[in-house]
C-alpha cells in the first residue's frame, strides 16, 4: 500500500502535554507518573501507521484498541459520515421514531451474524452492551416467571468493560479493587488458560476440566438461581488466551443442560478479527447474546450493541410491554453510517477472506518463527490476534519454563523498547500482544516481524544488564 508521509506541520509538543497534563485525566492511567513523562501526542494516521507530534512514524500494532479493522485513512468512511452529518446529524429511537442508517446497519448486521440472530439493540460501546445483556437477561427471565434466575456467571480475568456492571462481569481483579465490585448477582469461574492450570493434562483434557467449573458453579448457586453465562470466545485484553477445542463445545452443553442463556462478548473478536465474521463461527458457538463494538466501525465513530437472539427476542417482543433501558445516542444514525460504510469495505475488499486464507496464516508463520528467540517460550495465534510468552529459561516442556517474578515488569520493559521504537505491542503480564489492522499486508507483516525481533533483542540486552536473566 502506498503509504503517505505526514503534513509537516510544526507542533508544540511541550505545550501540549503541558496542558495534557493539566486537565486530561487518561482512561487506565497513573496520572501522577504520565504527568511526570509526558504523553505521546498522536497527531495522523494512515493505513497501519500513526505519526506523532514531533513526526516519529509507529507501526499500529494493536489496531488503536483492537479497532481499527479497515485501516486509517479511509475517505469513504469519513465522506460517509459527513454526508449523514448534514442530512440528519442526530434523532432518538424513543418515541415512535426511527432513521434510515440505524434501520439498515440492523439489517446488514442480521445478515452477517449467526443465523439464530434478526435483532439488534444499539449502544454506544461494549460496556454499555454489557450493561444492555445484563438487563435483557433478567427481563427475558422475570417475564417467563422466573424472577429468581438472576445470576451471571463470568470468569476470571475476562474483559467485559468498565461501566459498574461491565466491570463487575468482567474478571479483572485490578477492577474490583476499586469501588466494590462485583455488584450482587455476579459470581466468576476460572479461565481456560492452559498454562495457568494445565499442568499434567493434555490440551484436549485441561479444555474439559475448564468447562467443569462452570456446572461446578451452577451446581452451588443453584440452577434456579442462574440467569446467563458470559464470555469472549477468547480472551482479548485478558492477553489473547485461547481456549482448547474442547473448550466451547463442552460449554455449549452444560449452557443447555441447565437452561442457562449464553452471552458472547464478540467486542474483540467480532468484524474479522479472527478470520470470520464473528469469533462464534470460529468456535461454533451458538450463543443467545452477542455482544459488539469496536470493529463495526473500525473505531471511527463510538458504537456497540447486542445481537439478540430468536429465544430472547420472542419473549421481549411477544411478552415484554415496555422494556426500561436504552441511550441517548442508541441507534446514532452517523455512527450508524460509518459502520454501514465500513461493512460495505470489509465486505467488498474481502478484507476477512484475505485474513481467513493468506495473512492470517502468514502473521501464525511470522509469530512462530521468533520461538527461536531466547526470550520467546510460547506464541499463540488465532486469525489477527497474536502473542507471545517471555520467559527466563526455556524448556522442552512448557510447564517446566521459567517465569519473570510479576513485580519485575519485564512485559512493560519490553512494551516500553518497542514503543521507543516506533512499534506499539500491548503487554498483560508476561505475554506481548498484537492486533493489526487486518488490511495489513504480507510486506508489512514481514516488517512488524522484523521490528519485534529487534525490540526483543534490545530488551534481552537491557534485561542482561539489569541482572535480571
Ligand atoms: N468487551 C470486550 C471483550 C472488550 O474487549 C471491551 C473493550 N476492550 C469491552 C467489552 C468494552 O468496550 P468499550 O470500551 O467500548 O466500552
Known sequence: AVVSTPQQVHYNTEAIQAMDTAHYLHPFTNFKA????????????????????????????????????????????????????????????????????????AKALVEISPPQFKHVFFTGSGSEANDTNLRMVRRYWDLLGYSERHVIIS????????????????????????????????????????????????????????????????????????????????QGAGGVIIPPATYWPEIQRICSKYDILLIVDEVICGFGRVGCWFGSEHFEIKADLMTFAKGVTSGYLP????????????????KGGDFNHGFTYSGHPVACAAALENIRILR???????????????LKQGFD?????????????????????????????????????KDLGVGQICR??????????????????????????????????????????????DLQQRNYL
Open 155 to 234: 470468569r476470571h480475568n475476562a474483559y467485559h468493560g468498565s461501566t459498574v456492571a461491565g466491570a463487575s462481569l468482567g474478571g479483572m481483579s485490578a477492577m474490583h479493587a476499586q469501588g466494590s465490585l462485583p455488584i450482587p448477582g455476579i459470581v466468576h469461574i476460572g479461565q481456560p488458560y492452559y498454562l495457568e492450570g494445565g499442568k499434567g493434562l493434555t490440551q484436549d483434557e485441561f479444555g474439559l476440566k475448564a468447562a467443569s467449573w462452570l456446572e461446578d458453579k451452577i451446581l452451588e448457586v443453584g440452577a434456579d438461581q442462574v440467569a446467563a453465562f458470559i464470555a469472549e470466545p477468547l
Open 34 to 105: 504520565l504527568a511526570n513523562r509526558g504523553a505521546q501526542v498522536i497527531v495522523e494516521a494512515q493505513d497501519i501507521y500513526l505519526w506523532d507530534s514531533q513526526g516519529k512514524r509507529i507501526l499500529d500494532g494493536m489496531a488503536g484498541l483492537w479497532c481499527v479493522n479497515v485501516g486509517y485513512g479511509r475517505k469513504s468512511i469519513s465522506d460517509a459520515v459527513y454526508t449523514q452529518m448534514q442530512q440528519l446529524p442526530f434523532y432518538n429511537s424513543f418515541f415512535n421514531t426511527t432513521n434510515i442508517p440505524a434501520v439498515e446497519l
Open 369 to 405: 518463527s521468533l520461538l527461536d528467540h531466547p526470550l520467546v517460550g510460547m506464541v499463540d495465534t488465532c486469525g489477527f490476534l497474536a502473542a507471545l510468552v517471555l520467559v527466563k529459561e526455556k524448556a522442552e516442556n512448557i510447564f517446566d519454563m521459567q517465569m519473570f517474578p
Open 416 to 461: 516500553d523498547h518497542m514503543f521507543k521504537h516506533g512499534m506499539i505491542m500491548r503487554a498483560v503480564g508476561n505475554r506481548m500482544i498484537v492486533s493489526p489492522p487486518l488490511t495489513m499486508t504480507i510486506a508489512q507483516i514481514d516488517e512488524m516481524i522484523a521490528l519485534i525481533r529487534f525490540c526483543l533483542d534490545e530488551t534481552l540486552a
Open 348 to 362: 467488498e475488499e474481502k478484507i476477512i477472506e484475505q485474513v481467513r486464507d493468506e495473512t492470517g496464516p502468514y
Open 303 to 318: 458504537l456497540g450493541g447486542v445481537m439478540v437472539g430468536d429465544k430472547v427476542a420472542q419473549v421481549l417482543i411477544e
